[in-house]
């Protein structure tokens, strides 16, 4: 069974960081790719930033430059490295994987 767990939310001022986790299982993590989503208040969901199994990434222009994405294959885990947050970043982050999501993590920017 494909277990996905985020974790590494909360609030954080405006131009602060944040540093999401999601830790799988029941898959073969090093052949697959990893997506990173988030779904704000009244908004669709929307595609963050997505990491290939060669470490190929894909940004989503708004974040670009803020937003790191990385994966330990060793440990089964991906990261969202989240630097000069905004308010308008301020979503539930999804971890997505072969269509397997996680629960959601819980990210608010503001003062």
């Known amino acids: 069974q494909v277990h996905l767990v985020e974790s590494g939310g909360g609030l954080v001022q405006p131009g602060g960081s944040l540093r999401l986790s999601c830790a799988a299982s029941?898959?073969?993590?090093?052949?697959?790719?990893m997506g990173w989503y988030r779904q704000a208040p009244g908004k669709e969901r929307e595609l963050v930033v997505k990491?290939?199994?060669?470490?190929?990434?894909w940004y989503l222009d708004s974040v670009k430059g803020r937003f790191t994405i990385s994966r330990d294959n060793a440990k089964n885990t991906v990261y969202l490295e989240m630097n000069s947050l905004k308010p308008e970043d301020t979503a539930v982050y999804y971890c997505e994987s072969k269509d397997y999501w996680g629960q959601g993590t819980q990210v608010t920017v503001s003062s």
């Open positions: 029941g898959i073969i993590f090093r052949d697959n790719p």
């Open positions: 990491i290939s199994r060669l470490g190929f990434t």
